[in-house]
């Protein structure tokens, strides 16, 4: 099945710096990319996707990019802001298992003022 | 739109009993419904899929006659846990997408399950 790897575990920046939080996948299969906000206790928020027929997505401060070749595809968010302090979440799914989520491990994202 | 709602929001119960868990989808028809469960700072896992008018597909090492769920129609999706024990505890999540062949999920706000 797929394996979703994520780096780094955590990440700590300071306001106004860049993160950049990284995943690779294991299935060629997969075409569906999403990036997930999770607060604690509550649901987790797709803050933005990408599909394999695309190379980048840029929403405001974020952006997804996707390498099929090499299988990873990495968030980027520009000018942090204390309330970007979540735990993040990449995702991969394939048509095959009906769009199923596979699940990085997360990266606990924390920007200081 | 695509509102999923659950409910409870959270259930406390005493080991051995039986906990059923609802999830909606309000606004839409979610003909696939998928269940996920996570423990304190780990990762989402996906349990099972569940398709409207069939049998769920489990994942494995999800025990079928353990999580029974239940998918009877478009709305509504729902997650049995019998016989719980305190391993068990922990925050259930559904998500539900529009179509089969839709890739876009869309969350429940969560279950938080705690077997004493």
């Known amino acids: 099945g797929e394996n979703v790897e994520q780096h780094p575990s955590t990440l700590s920046v300071q306001e106004g710096d860049s993160a950049v939080i990284k995943c690779t996948y294991s299935d060629s299969a997969s075409n569906y990319f999403p990036w997930y906000k999770q607060e604690l206790g509550k649901r987790p928020q797709l803050i933005i996707d990408i599909r394999s027929n695309v190379g980048e997505k840029k929403d405001q401060r974020i952006a997804v990019t996707l390498n099929k070749t090499a299988k990873h595809f990495s968030l980027h968010i520009t000018e942090t802001q204390p309330e970007d302090s979540a735990v993040y979440f990449c995702a991969a799914s394939t048509p095959n298992s009906g769009y199923a989520l596979n699940f990085g491990k997360g990266t606990s994202l924390l920007v200081t003022p | 739109g695509a509102v999923v709602s659950q409910h409870p929001s959270w259930v406390i119960c005493k080991s051995g009993t039986s906990v059923k868990i609802e999830c909606r989808s309000l606004?839409?028809?979610?003909?696939?419904m998928f269940w996920y469960r996570q423990f304190p700072k780990q990762s989402l896992m996906l349990m099972a899929t569940s398709n409207e008018g069939s049998k769920a597909t489990y994942e494995q090492g999800v025990e079928k006659d353990k999580f029974l769920i239940n998918h009877a129609s478009l709305t509504l999706s729902t997650l049995t846990v019998t016989s719980a024990h305190p391993e068990d505890s922990s925050f259930y999540i559904c998500?539900?997408?529009?179509?089969?062949?839709?890739?876009?999920?869309?969350f429940g706000p969560g279950t938080r399950l705690t077997v004493l």
């Open positions: 998500s539900a997408s529009v179509g089969r062949s839709t890739d876009t999920q869309y």
């Open positions: 606004d839409f028809q979610a003909t696939t």
